[in-house]
């Protein structure tokens, strides 16, 4: 099966997935970049990919470009994420199987804000070829809720996401057996320190713990534009003593320092489109305690299982969840245990690429997904 994945430019969230499908022995696979990666994320340490065995960088000459378009239009599966429509207008006009890769399309306005040019995309896009081999792999819960304000994918779209690395080895249980001696709780936020991530919801929850007289360490990791007005905070609350802030650390030392945690928090809002994070704190073995309007938060929590949901920009519902977790050490342990099995046999990038080669043969052949839950799943 020849198989494209279509996207400006792959980033270290979307490379465990390549690897694993170029590593299929019944799979051909390309990722066709369409740009190179922003100057900002590269002096923000993020690692370049484009030089991995399997990627074919459009944007570096008319050849390339043309290579690109040949196999977007003969590939047997096409996944889009963000690309030109120039570059697919002849694919889905000979109606072969494609995948718009989306999360959720109203972050910060409502559909009925868009005006006649949004309108008009969305019909050029997405409505005249309904009837078509066109799905939607959701990387979103809320994504599907959006479409069909334009009774658009009816039926046709599939839960997905990120999927990145999952850590097979039990580092957290290391972590956790040396902590079985301690009282110290250590809670992890992780971000950068802009307005939607609300990394003033921890420091206010600290504030609340330590007054109540809970032992605790509160690590803050991220660089931002509200940074040194969160150091503002801490210190006007008086938690300086338990909150420490540690500035931006590379992608392979946040996996470690989350196993070396007890609670991870994620107190996003709808902006946070899919998070990634939380695969990965999860993968770590962290009881998460997760904004429920995070993209991810509806298809990787099932609440009081494998993490806890709080009501998002909440302070008070986000205290709560996280009191529970310090009150009760059974529950914090089976939400750990829990998180490690999803993301060890379900969200992985195994059993996603495994799942979409599945699903890919089955709509060929024109039959309907066989999966109830998780990846490829009807969203």
Known sequence: MVIVFLSNYVNHHQVPLADVFYGMPNVSYTFIATQEMYDWRKQLGYPDFSDRPYVLNSFESKEKYDEAISLINDADVLIVGS????MIVQRLKRDKLTFRYSERWFKKRKWYMLGLRGLYNIYMNHYRYRN??????????YTANDVSHFFLYPNKIFKWGYFPRVDTN???LIRRNNNLNREKVSLMWCSRFIDWKHPEMPIKIAKRLKDEGYDFILNMYGN???L???RSL??????????AFHGSKPNEEIIHLMQEHDIFLFTSDKNEGWGAVLNESMSCGCAVVVSDMIGAAPFLIENNKNGLLFKSGNVESLYAQ???????????????DNAIYTMKNVWNPVVAAERLVHLANRL???????????PCSKA
């Not at 690309?83 to 120039?86: H, V, Y």
């Not at 996280?322 to 750990?336: A, C, G, N, Y």
């Open 83 to 86: 690309a030109p429509e120039s």
């Open 234 to 243: 801490a210190s006007m609350l008086l938690v300086e003593d338990v909150v």
């Open 170 to 172: 039990d580092m957290y």
């Open 322 to 336: 996280v009191k529970r977790l310090f009150d009760d050490e059974v529950l914090r342990t089976t939400i750990s």
């Open 224 to 226: 931002g534009e509200k």
């Open 228 to 230: 040194e007005e969160m």
């Open 132 to 141: 078509k081999n066109l799905y939607m792999l959701a990387a979103s819960a």
């Open 364 to 374: 060929l052949h024109n039959m309907d997904t066989d999966y109830i839950d998780g």
